[in-house]
């Protein structure tokens, strides 16, 4: 029989030999993932609007993207580079600090505006490269990506099928008024002649509400950003 | 689907005498392979086979951060075997086994970020695989490190095995391509061919998976009785 105090020591000897290990294996390996992270970012903003091909990943983007980070009031703030703003923890800040990067895409005699959104879904973050046309308010593409929805529910946000449903969308009304995009509960919803509307994911109602209000309120900060944006 | 019964009833085709791999020895991993495979036989791991199958690649990272993990776990366990005090084993072999899974999962987000991506919640839940903390109870606690390696290496490789047969079929039927490469070619799909969309859902592996365990306890009277 073993004793209480032989016990205790097992234990917290396996617990500190398990944690050094994962502290060491994680502080080793943090460089590669945060590049891979970093590679997976422009990867998404391209795919906005356009086919990517990896091999030519870098060069492309180097080519078609210029980036830019605005204020609130749609100045823009010389001394910070976009891709390096932690946008999870900008998303939290009140509108008036909060710094919005905005990648610009010039190519093929198109520009359009790419903006990085943030919400939540059923489970955790959801984000969103979402690309506009020159006007502001038609929608040219989405990809959608998030860490832990339900794989065959709401994981299905990141898949071509959902995405493809945003493009030509309009995120404001004949009117100028700006209605968003909302995303309707269930699938089989006929949304050919409503711009405001796509169809939703059976089984997902949740995620799709948090992507719902993630266009909302996201969006309606970048209005006021491209509002007294100098082009 | 007659070569993978083939293959599944013949399954003593380790290499001849290595010799330091004894007849037991030998049993220890082949064992797993068919007459106990954890998948078919002892109807363990079905989670992660029916979510992980729908390609080639993304089975076969899963099958070979399994049999990682098994085997470590299996080793480490036997290893601190007569240290462990009774009353926490599990929670230490919880522990170990985590300790890997995460370690895994840093692996693939630093060397395969896409497959990461994919694979998603299912590396995780390679914790809650009961093949791992099933060997570790029924084996690894009770034997050498040697035989808990080998144990540990013909279920994995047990699982892996299944895990890669039912992507097979899968990938093949629902997208028309192995390994991410087209298969089937373009001329098939403009006579009408079509790509069959249920070989895509979870649903298509339940299927799969049923037809082995019945092919196989068809073909292994004696298996009928284990469950």
């Known amino acids: ?231 | 689907m007659s070569t993978v019964t083939v293959e599944e009833a013949a399954p003593r085709v380790v290499e001849p005498a290595e010799p330091l791999l004894s007849k037991k020895n030998r049993q220890l991993v082949s064992d797993p392979f068919s007459d106990n495979n954890p998948i078919t036989v002892q109807v363990l791991g079905i989670c992660s086979a029916l979510a992980i199958t729908t390609q080639m690649r993304t089975a076969f990272v899963m099958a070979v951060s399994v049999i990682f993990v098994v085997c470590c776990s299996n080793v480490l366990i036997s290893l601190i075997r007569g240290a462990i005090p009774p009353r926490i084993r599990m929670i230490v072999q919880l522990l170990v086994v985590a300790g890997l899974v995460v370690f895994v999962d840093q692996m693939l987000k630093a060397f395969a970020y896409d497959i990461s991506r994919q694979l998603s919640v299912y590396v995780g839940l390679i914790i809650t695989n009961c093949i791992v903390m099933g060997r570790l109870e029924a084996f690894a606690m009770s034997n050498k490190p040697r035989a808990a390696f080998l144990d540990g290496l013909g279920n994995g490789i047990g699982y892996g095995f299944i895990l890669i047969v039912v992507a097979f079929f899968r990938e093949l039927f629902g997208a028309g391509s192995l390994f991410g490469f087209r298969i089937v070619p373009e001329f098939l799909y403009n006579m009408g061919y079509e790509n069959n969309g249920i070989m895509l859902t979870p649903a298509a592996a339940m299927f799969l998976i049923g037809g082995f365990i019945w092919i196989q306890r068809s073909l292994r009277p004696k298996l009928t009785d284990v469950s």
Request: aromatic share 10%; net charge negative; hydrophobic share 40%.
């Open chain 1, 1 to 231: 029989m073993y004793s209480n105090k032989y016990t205790v020591f097992f234990a917290v000897g396996v617990t500190v030999a398990v944690a050094v290990t994962l502290a060491l294996a994680s502080s080793g390996l943090r460089g590669l993932q945060d590049a891979n992270f970093a590679r997976a970012q422009r990867i998404a903003i391209l795919q906005t609007v356009m086919e990517v091909d990896v091999e030519t990943l870098d060069r492309d983007y180097d080519a078609y993207i210029a980036e830019r980070v605005l204020d609130y009031q749609g100045n823009t703030v010389a001394d910070v580079a976009a891709f390096d703003l932690n946008v999870l923890r900008e998303s939290r800040k009140s509108p008036e600090d909060r710094l919005f990067p905005l990648y610009i895409y010039e190519g093929q005699g198109q520009t359009n505006y790419i903006v990085p959104i943030q919400g939540a879904g059923l489970w955790g973050p959801i984000s969103a490269y979402l690309a506009l046309d020159s006007d502001l308010t038609t929608v040219d593409g989405v990809i959608f990506s998030h860490e832990k929805e339900t794989p065959g529910l709401g994981a299905e946000i990141a898949t071509a099928e959902f995405q493809d449903q945003f493009n030509g969308k309009q995120l404001f009304a004949g009117s100028g008024e700006f209605e968003s995009i909302r995303v309707l509960k269930g699938s089989g919803n006929d949304t050919e002649d409503r711009p405001h509307d796509v169809d939703g994911l059976t089984g997902a109602t949740m995620t799709t509400r948090g992507v719902t209000d993630m266009f909302r309120e996201e969006l309606s900060l970048y209005d006021n950003v491209f509002q007294g944006m100098n082009p």
